[in-house]
């Protein structure tokens, strides 16, 4: 499902809900999410899973192509751990 797909769905199921607004809905949540995982927060809805920034250290690595040394600056990426309803739902025992 992309972006536009949702607010799509979330226009059908609310039909008082212009279009541009379950636009805006979406984005002010997506937006917020993304703040909070920069400022190092974690967040964490209920049913459906945690997202937290994972934090990798600097390191030393390797080119593939020529072996090469290559030094990987520390770093953060987003990391997503599913809830017990959501793994449920997904696997068939709602």
């Given at each position: 499902?992309?972006?536009?797909?949702?607010?799509a769905r979330i226009s059908e199921a609310f039909p008082?809900?212009?279009h541009v607004d379950a636009e805006r809905a979406v984005n002010a949540i997506f937006e917020e999410i993304s703040e909070a995982l920069a400022r190092?927060?974690?967040v964490e809805l209920r049913g459906f899973g945690v997202f937290t920034?994972?934090?990798y250290k600097a390191r030393i690595g390797r080119?593939?192509?020529t072996g090469e040394a290559v030094s990987v600056d520390e770093k953060r990426?987003?990391?997503?751990?599913t809830g017990k309803d959501l793994r449920l739902r997904i696997?068939?025992?709602s």
């Open positions: 499902m992309t972006k536009s797909e949702l607010i008082h809900l212009y190092g927060d974690r920034a994972m934090r080119n593939p192509r990426l987003p990391h997503f751990k696997n068939g025992r």
